[in-house]
Structures are given as C-alpha cells and as structure tokens.
C-alpha cells in the first residue's frame, strides 16, 4: 500500500497569482484577519527574510532595511528600492481559497480510490489501485493537469506510509528536478530522504517534543528513527511511538479516526476598539453561529460554553474583561438557543468600553446520539432540530450565509477588522467576475 500527500505550494499565494500571473516570480505574501502577520509567502518573499507568522509592520521595516544592505538578485538595477514596490501584499481572501481548494480536490478524487483531506491546501490519496513503478509518471501528470485546469502548483511525495509521503513532498517541492513527484520506494531512498530531514519538520513533532528530543542528540528524523520503539514511547507517548513506526515503514496513522476535538473555539482581534453593544453582539453572534456548525458536523452537543470580550492589552488605562462560563441546562448544537444564552450571559455583564477583542468557546462535549434525555425537558426539542436541518441544507446549497441568525453581522454593516489588501472573489462573486476586452 502506498499513500500520495499532495500539498499545493504555497498555497494563499498561489491563488492570488492565478488571477495575477504578473506577479509570477515575484516576492509575494498573504496577511492574516486584520491584516496583521504573514501567512502565506512565495519563494521570492521567503529570500528577503520574510518569516511565517511574522507582524507585517516589522516584515516591511526589516525589508527596508535588508535591501539597502543586502545584495539581492532580485533588487531592481535603477529607482528607489521600497517595500511597496518590491513584495505585493494581500488581505486573506478565503472565498476565494476555499473555491479553489475544492477545485483541487475534486481533480485528485479522480485520481484514487479514496481521498483524506488533511487540510485546505493538503490531501492523502490511497495508491493501491496502481503497480509502484507506474506511480511516479501517473502522478506527474496530475501535478501537470492542476497546473493547467486550476493554475496552482502542487507537489506530491509517495511512500508507503503518510509521515513518508509528507517527507517526500516536501523534497518534490524543494527540488525542480523531481518534476513535482517524489517517491520513496526503497530502503536507501528511505534512509537517504531521513537523514537530510530536520526533527522539527517531521509531521506530528511539535515544538515540546522538539524540545525533548533535542537534548538527547536526535537532530535529524533518521536520528529518531534508529532509537529503540521504547524510547519513542517512554518519551513521546503513544504519538512518537507511531512516528518512530511510520519513519520505519510501519503504516499506522489513520487520519481519520483522529480524537474528536474537546473544544471549539472562535475569536477575533478588531481594527477598533468596539463601544457599541449591538455591533459587539453581531460579532459574537457571527463567531457562536461558525462554532454551532462545527459541532454539529462532528455530531456532537456541548454543554457549556464561555464568551469573552476585552479591551486592548497596550492601552495605558486598565485592561478591561468580559467573561462569563455558562452552564446549560440541557445538551445541544442548534445556533438559535447557543445564541439566545451567550446574548443573556453578555448582557449582565455589558459595560461601554472599547472592546478590541472577543470570542467564543465551547466545551463540554458529548455525543449527539447518545445524549441523556432529560425528563423535565419541555422544548419543542424535534421541531427545532429539523428547523435547524433545513437551515443547514439551505445554506449548503446557497452559501453558508444565506440563512442568518436575527441579530448576526450583515452584509452592509462596516467591517469590523482590516482588510485593505482584498483581492475580488473572482469565482464565487458575480460581480468580482473577470471582463476580457479583446
């Protein structure tokens, strides 16, 4: 059995580049909400220094300054050298990625017996409907057809195992000369690939087993590798155990039986401060509906959740903190009553300060069909979970907002974080839609 991880290189910013293929080759980056710090850079952006998860304020000083001192191949030969000129930057544009992620993915469900999508840029594709020698050429030409049908490039690494496969991507992407395809296939590939490959980005290492491996002389994955199966356990618990077996060819992850996760959570930092109560509740009306519907796909009810708002941690006056623990009194998932209590527990403890930032968490999870039925419970419990279910349907079909909760954010209100940097939804937006003038 062998196992294909396709990963898109580079992922926010390949998808800007499809509509922008002027800015092919050159140094490009995708910011976070707020346009705060960078979260996706192009090849050209990594050469001047420009860091994953780095502030973009310090990213545009710190390019000033390096390209006044630094020769680059890439400096322009005459003109003022600035940042504005030299990297393009981009406000994340998720409508636009997650249209084309699916693009992506539906190519590769072509290409296999079964498809794991690991996340919005990655993918595991089952390979046992192919003989191995024919695995490379096959699947160089699927690197080539989402080039050309999607216009983002991928890499794919094949192994017999997944933490391989994602080993040997991430050589098909180093490496021009694999034509996008890397496969290990032997031993020698095998012990060669981990010999060159830091601990640290090996999937499933963290920072804190990073932190635990290196004081005992494992610097590389193979280091790892060539320790005892009990050392990996003792140290790293049942993960490193199956790290270690899978670095040895022992395929035993299942992306798919993953724990269910404890909690769900969701936040946002705003441009400005918030000191209207309505506009805060729209957004944590917004974040509580996006937290429902999470729990509702991995079927399961919560029974307690906390909301929080509060001033900015920089400001000279005192920090200001809302936050409030609700215990319900029954298990659900359905956004209507989540939203009535967090609007309740808000409410109590309102004051009129300059809100910059808000969330909501939920936890207390359990199955939703196998919650405790509650004897006293007088709800209209079924009409409101197949009210629910038409909601979700209609917004499957027509965009997860077409159906909103009263009181949530709408599409005219001002935005309440910085997106100066917005590309046009080219594909999901009729009106962001390219005119060709020939």
Partial sequence: ????L??????????????RPDLEGKPVVVLSGNDGCVVSRSNEAKKLGIKMGEPWFKAKNKI?????????????????LRYETLVTAFSSN??????????VMSILAKHTPRLEQYSIDEAFLHCDHLPVHELKPYYEQVV???RKWVGIPVSIGLAPTRTLAKIASKYAKQYPAYNGVCIIDTDE???????????????????????????????????????????????????????????????????????????ISQS????????????????????????????????????????????????????????????????????????????????????????????????????????????????????DERLQKVIDHINSQYGKTALKVATQV???????????????????NLRDILVLKC
């Fill in 94 to 103: 998720f409508s636009l990625y997650g249209d084309l992620s699916s693009r």
């Fill in 6 to 19: 396709c990963d898109c290189n580079n992922f926010f910013v390949s998808c800007e580049r499809v509509f």
């Fill in 189 to 263: 590939k095998r012990q060669k690939a981990l010999q060159g490959f830091a601990i640290e980005d090996v999937w499933g290492i963290g920072r804190q087993a990073q932190k635990k491996l290196l004081p005992t002389g494992i610097v590389t994955a193979w280091d790892f590798s060539q320790r005892l199966p009990e050392f990996a356990k003792n140290l790293l618990h049942k993960p490193g155990l199956q790290t270690w077996q899978e670095l040895n060819g022992y395929d035993c992850i299942d992306i798919t039986e993953r724990a269910e996760r404890q909690s």
């Fill in 410 to 428: 709408l599409s005219t209100d001002k935005p309440l974080t910085k997106r100066e940097k917005l590309s046009p939804c080219y594909t999901t």
């Fill in 144 to 146: 080539l057809q989402i």
């Fill in 268 to 383: 946002r930092t705003f441009e400005r401060g918030i000191t209207d109560q309505t506009t805060l509740e729209k957004a944590l009306v917004d974040f509580m509906s996006d937290c429902a519907d999470k729990l509702r796909k991995q079927r399961s009810l919560c029974r307690q959740f906390s909301v929080y708002a509060h001033t900015s941690r920089f400001a000279e006056e005192e920090m200001q903190v809302i936050h409030q623990i609700v215990t319900l009194p029954f298990p659900t998932a359905i956004t209507a009553e989540l939203v009535g209590y967090m609007l309740a527990a808000l409410r109590k403890q309102w004051r009129p300060y300059p809100y910059k930032k808000a969330g909501i968490v939920l936890m207390g999870f359990t199955p939703a069909d196998n919650a405790q039925q509650i004897l006293f419970d007088e709800r209209p419990k079924e009409r």
């Fill in 1 to 4: 059995m062998y196992y294909a």
């Fill in 64 to 80: 000033v300054f390096d390209c006044q001192t630094a020769s680059l191949s890439d400096r322009p030969a005459v003109g003022p």
